[in-house]
């Protein structure tokens, strides 16, 4: 593995001549925290630092780093709920980092979002035919029955049953409220599908499920894809090409199977280094297993 200096930004990548789907120019964010002295300025954390990327049309990019790394405010910034301190964020070629609330109505329709948590992320008040629904009404998309035949086809698409749609977020089981959570995404027909680490907080039994679920709806509905995680395999699981980000900065930029079987930064290496070998754990249990075997025929045991 060959290691470049720190704070050097490692990238792997091809350049095209289209407009990318995303493209970040420079950005940064700040945020002040509360005075601590009449005599000293308010300190200043910089969540995001520099940060300058394409995402082509039809690709699936990931962002992994660590808690604090500055991914989920990057995000914020990309899907228009927050605004830059520095810098520029264009999607489909049309900016965004600069424009109010009131002008973004086209971004909703372009980007949707996959939240963290699909509890939280749903109305425990609302039937899930009124939670898929929601979109197209507050983007004024078609009648009351073209509304209804689209959450019928949104409910198979995610693998849930029509009968779904007359029942309460609680009825579900977790993995099947992230379905519901990705059929609202995908109602008004999105061209880029964000997803903020969509499988932490899922049993792991059904996260290999739900990261099919992704797999299959961006093949099915040709969308874009941003993936962010603090998880490496989980990425690898769906995505193209990675960005590693550490302290609010990009640290490497890759296609996924480069960047896992040479990385080159050393933040990434480590990264790649603490994702467990699954095989070597299945022959250290079996090791272990017979191990105890031995002891338990054995008569001095």
Not at 92 to 119: C, K, S, Y
Not at 154 to 163: C, K, M, P, R
Request: glycine residues 8%.
């Amino acid at each position: 593995m060959s290691e470049v200096a720190s704070g050097e930004v490692v990238r792997s990548e091809a350049v095209s001549s289209e407009v990318p789907a995303i493209r970040l120019q420079d950005v940064g964010r700040d945020f002040r925290r509360p005075r601590r002295s009449l005599t000293q300025a308010p300190p200043v954390v910089h969540a995001v630092r520099g940060v300058t990327l394409d995402i082509e049309r039809g690709e699936r990019f990931g962002i992994v780093g660590e808690s604090g790394s500055g991914k989920s405010t990057l995000l914020r910034m990309i899907c228009g709920l927050d605004r830059p301190t520095s810098g520029s964020i264009e999607v489909e070629g049309r900016p965004i980092h600069n424009q109010p609330a009131a002008r973004l109505g086209w971004l909703r329709h372009t980007l949707q979002l996959v939240f963290q948590d699909p509890m939280s992320s749903l109305d425990p008040r609302m039937r899930v035919r009124d939670i898929v629904a929601e979109p197209l009404v507050a983007q004024g998309q078609g009648s009351g029955a073209a509304r209804r035949a689209r959450v019928v086809e949104l409910l198979e698409a995610v693998g849930l049953s029509a009968d779904s749609a007359d029942r309460y977020p609680h009825q579900f089981s977790g993995g099947q409220r992230q379905r519901i959570s990705v059929a609202r995404a995908l109602a008004p027909g999105p061209d880029i599908l964000v997803a903020d680490e969509p499988v932490s907080a899922l049993d792991v039994s059904v996260r290999a499920q739900v990261l099919n679920l992704i797999d299959d709806v961006v093949d099915g509905f040709d969308l874009t894809l941003v993936f962010v995680s603090h998880d490496l395999s989980v990425v690898r699981h769906v995505c193209d090409r990675v960005a590693v980000m550490r302290q609010g900065e990009f640290v490497e930029v890759a296609p996924t199977e480069q960047l896992y079987a040479d990385p080159r930064h050393p933040y990434t290496q480590q990264l790649v280094s603490a994702i467990p070998d699954l095989h070597a754990a299945l022959d250290g249990r079996a090791a272990a297993d017979l191990a105890r075997a031995v002891r338990e025929r054995s008569p001095d045991a």
